[in-house]
């Protein structure tokens, strides 16, 4: 079975995010923001991590971020992982929601979790 979690371009996770995004700046040179969301669109799904810890989500790249997560908000550093619980569960009622920052000219992010496996709700 293919999994349904990851990330993903729209609140509907409909469109998933597939390798490096790549984020400018705009013609001043100022930061641009870009909102993926973490989730599955599979409401009978949820999410563990597979080593028993916490489900993290990291970003690798020329980046600042934040995660809002009601109980566990975090603002990290490219190449930092931040704790979004022990399960995570589907449907886009419980997406995760990512802000992404760059003030770099042409930045290749990739945004990833650790292993996950994943269940029949």
């Known amino acids: ?13 409909t469109t998933r ?3 490096r995004v790549v984020m400018t700046v705009d013609d001043e040179g100022n930061g641009r923001d870009l909102l993926v969301y973490f989730g599955s669109p599979k ?3 949820f999410c563990v991590a597979e080593d028993g810890g916490d489900v ?15 109980a566990v908000p975090g603002v990290f550093l490219g190449g930092q992982s931040v704790a ?7 449907g886009p009622g419980n997406l995760i ?3 992404l920052r760059t003030d770099v000219a042409a930045a290749s992010v990739v ?9 029949q709700a």
Do not use: C
């Open 1 to 13: 079975m293919d999994a349904s979690f990851g990330f993903f371009f729209d609140p509907g996770l």
């Open 17 to 19: 995010v597939r390798g």
């Open 43 to 45: 409401a009978s799904r």
């Open 56 to 70: 993290t989500i990291s970003v690798t790249g020329p980046v600042s971020s934040s995660v809002n997560v009601s």
């Open 84 to 90: 979004v619980g022990a399960r995570v569960d589907g």
């Open 97 to 99: 929601p990512v802000y």
């Open 111 to 119: 945004i990833e979790s650790n292993a996950l496996a994943e269940y």
